[in-house]
């Protein structure tokens, strides 16, 4: 069984066809996926959509709480797929990309803590990681958190009513703080404070297709800084309600 959220959008009508879980599993500790492998959500289960959780409750809009990979509902080593599965509120962090790649699709989130998704421990600049499909809402902060080397690709997902959909991060104080590049095709933000974060001083570019935002602006530039400290926020590019085609650096 399927639920229909609608939202209005640049005149039209958009719905999004959010997933209903049969069940709910909660984990005691993150569930890793292992380099190559891939976890099938509803190949695991039957055919049947199943709700992942760590089992922590009352942590309200998240806006005081940090966590960690411990925290993390799913671990992904280099190059593991995970696909069909939802994301419940109980947990402080949802999922962990460790390293050089990894794949996220068709995974829905349905009320975000910290962040949704965490890409870290990566340091090659030649690094894809992809998430196709799917959606994500009411993450305070932030949805995806690009910490690693490379590029980030997110097509044909929706993210609503949250402060962005990715963010290069801008205070990396150890591991890679340097270029980083996303690319984003068929994405729709619905009540969003910025679409995407990123540092003009490394770089960092945020390529645009084919994207759509409500309440909100598209790209934020940063000044980055490598010390750990909160860095500079700059002006806005690429704004806009509908974007077919621009790129922010």
Same mark, same amino acid.
């Given at each position: 069984?399927? *639920?229909?959220?609608?939202?209005? %959008?640049? $005149?039209?009508?958009?719905?999004?066809?959010?997933?209903?879980?049969?069940?709910?599993?909660?984990?005691?500790?993150?569930?890793?996926?292992?380099?190559?492998?891939?976890?099938?959500?509803?190949?695991?289960?039957?055919?049947?959509?199943?709700?992942?959780?760590?089992?922590?409750?009352?942590?309200?809009?998240?806006?005081?709480?940090?966590?960690?990979?411990?925290?993390?509902? *799913?671990?992904?080593?280099?190059?593991?797929?995970? @696909?069909?599965?939802?994301?419940?509120?109980?947990?402080?962090?949802?999922?962990?990309?460790?390293?050089?790649? &990894?794949?996220?699709?068709?995974?829905?989130?349905?009320?975000? &803590?910290?962040?949704?998704?965490?890409?870290?421990?990566?340091?090659?600049?030649?690094? @894809?990681? =992809?998430?196709?499909? $799917?959606?994500?809402?009411?993450?305070?902060?932030?949805?995806?958190?690009?910490?690693?080397?490379?590029?980030?690709?997110?097509?044909?997902?929706?993210?609503?009513?949250?402060?962005? %959909?990715?963010?290069?991060?801008?205070? &990396?104080?150890?591991?890679?703080? $340097?270029?980083?590049?996303?690319?984003?095709?068929?994405?729709?933000?619905?009540?969003? $404070?910025?679409?995407?974060? =990123?540092?003009?001083?490394?770089?960092?570019?945020?390529? %645009?297709?084919?994207?759509?935002?409500?309440?909100?602006?598209?790209?934020?530039?940063?000044?980055?800084?490598?010390?750990?400290?909160?860095?500079?926020? %700059?002006? =806005?590019?690429?704004?806009?309600?509908?974007?077919?085609?621009?790129? &922010?650096?």
């Amino acid at each position: 069984m399927k *639920f229909i959220v609608v939202a209005l %959008l640049v $005149g039209a009508c958009l719905t999004v066809t959010w997933p209903s879980a049969s069940s709910t599993k909660m984990l005691g500790s993150p569930m890793t996926i292992k380099a190559g492998q891939t976890y099938d959500g509803k190949a695991s289960n039957s055919g049947k959509w199943v709700r992942f959780e760590r089992g922590k409750s009352g942590l309200g809009d998240c806006t005081s709480i940090e966590g960690g990979k411990a925290d993390a509902v *799913f671990l992904l080593e280099k190059g593991a797929i995970l @696909k069909n599965v939802i994301l419940g509120a109980k947990s402080i962090e949802h999922v962990h990309c460790e390293g050089d790649g &990894c794949t996220v699709e068709n995974v829905w989130w349905e009320d975000v &803590c910290e962040d949704a998704l965490t890409f870290e421990n990566g340091t090659s600049t030649s690094a @894809k990681f =992809y998430v196709k499909g $799917g959606a994500a809402k009411n993450g305070s902060d932030k949805i995806i958190q690009h910490n690693s080397a490379g590029t980030v690709y997110i097509s044909d997902f929706y993210v609503e009513n949250s402060g962005k %959909l990715y963010r290069a991060c801008g205070n &990396c104080k150890s591991g890679y703080q $340097g270029k980083r590049a996303a690319v984003m095709t068929n994405v729709t933000a619905y009540k969003v $404070g910025t679409l995407a974060g =990123y540092n003009s001083n490394y770089g960092d570019t945020i390529t %645009l297709t084919n994207v759509k935002v409500t309440s909100g602006h598209v790209c934020r530039a940063f000044q980055g800084r490598n010390d750990g400290k909160e860095p500079t926020a %700059l002006g =806005y590019q690429c704004e806009g309600t509908s974007i077919s085609s621009c790129v &922010c650096k």
